[in-house]
């Protein structure tokens, strides 16, 4: 294999051309202290040697990159690459290119990916935490000490003065259990997912909220099933856990889809019928949501719209400067009312002509 040709640059440009570096670089610039021809001598020559501009070097010495930092925990499913569809299409409009860099749910990436951000004077970060972001901030105060705008979308830490956008999962979460008792559920377990995360904890509290309100008792010891990894086999154990109970739910919630379809594997897999054995309805309205057998009922996130507020919030921490420390901005939800969880008012009629 032929070794990489090497970089050129404008130094190679001026020797060529028995110049100076400034010379070439104002001819490069279109400056108007430099003449025609010379500038016309550097562009050709510069195209003939496919000459790339250094954007680090020249983000150094202007003091702007033009550039966008976000960090997501994955990409996979629907939800974050919708998130990043969002910051793309406003950032474009205000004249920002975007870096993207993923966590992988694992917080020395996420320390990397701060760090590489920083270090390509990328000129704000928008980041949605890994799942294994605990108390460890000191990377995110490394941010805060350099001057850069740092805005947190949909997972948020407990971090004095930070500012973000979220949905109201509590909310979410609340008319989504809400709904299933309304159905006539009355034994409502959770799939949750990890507590230190903000959106998994007040998806917790609005489920437990729920059942408070309606009179339900509580029964977290056998009924709330702490998923280990927010991954389809997680959830095909969570529903294996609750089956097994002496007395199994009649409906679940669980605060995240893709672990729900591996618990309407199980149930397939068993014989339950869903919704009229055990209803069903999840948080983050995936597009695979729609394609299940049933259909599984789902609170949509407004994906797209916290990119997009995610930008807004950035280009107006730029605007008013450091002292300005917004709350964050909360999204309000959409529950998507599905086959999954049409649970008793659905099936009735049936059940008494059989």
Not at 173 to 200: D, K, W
Not at 261 to 278: F, K, M, N, S, W
Not at 293 to 319: H, I, N, S, Y
Request: proline content about 6%; hydrophobic content about 40%.
């Amino acid at each position: 294999m032929a070794p990489n040709p090497k970089r050129v640059s404008i130094i190679d440009i001026a020797r060529a051309l028995n110049l100076s570096v400034a010379t070439v670089s104002r001819a490069l610039a279109d400056k108007k202290d430099i003449g025609e021809v010379t500038k016309a001598r550097v562009r050709q020559l510069a195209q003939e040697l496919n000459y790339r501009p250094n954007q680090l070097a020249s983000a150094l010495r202007k003091g702007r990159s033009g550039t966008l930092g976000v960090i997501v925990p994955h990409i996979k499913g629907y939800f974050f690459p919708a998130v990043m569809h969002g910051i793309e299409t406003i950032a474009s409009k205000a004249g920002y290119n975007v870096l993207l860099c993923e966590s992988n749910e694992d917080v020395r990436r996420e320390r990397r990916n701060v760090e590489t951000l920083l270090s390509a004077q990328v000129e704000g970060i928008l980041i949605s935490v890994s799942a294994t972001t605990h108390d460890q901030m000191d990377h995110f105060e490394q941010v805060r000490q350099q001057g850069t705008p740092l805005v947190f979308f949909d997972r948020m830490p407990e971090l004095a003065g930070s500012t973000g956008v979220v949905l109201d999962d509590f909310s979410g979460a609340y008319q989504a259990v809400t709904h299933l008792i309304e159905q006539g559920c009355t034994r409502i377990a959770h799939l949750a997912g990890p507590q230190h995360l903000n959106t998994s904890r007040n998806r917790y509290l609005g489920y437990a909220q729920a059942l408070r309100t309606h009179g339900l008792p509580a029964d977290d010891e056998q009924l709330v099933y702490a998923l280990p990894a927010l991954s389809q086999e997680s959830g095909r154990q969570g529903m294996e856990h609750l089956l097994g109970l002496a007395q199994p739910p009649d409906a679940v919630f669980a605060a995240y889809a893709i672990p729900t379809v591996g618990a309407l594997e199980v149930l397939r897999e068993q014989g339950v019928r869903v919704p009229q054995d055990i209803a069903l309805a999840c948080f983050s309205n995936e597009p695979f949501t729609t394609m299940t057998t049933p259909r599984l009922t789902a609170v949509d996130q407004r994906a797209e719209q916290m990119g997009e507020t995610a930008v807004r919030l950035f280009l107006q921490l730029c605007k008013r400067g450091p002292q300005y420390a917004p709350p964050p901005i909360v999204l309000k939800p959409e529950l998507r009312l599905r086959d999954s969880s049409l649970h008793l008012q659905q099936w009735q009629p049936q059940l008494q002509a059989s």
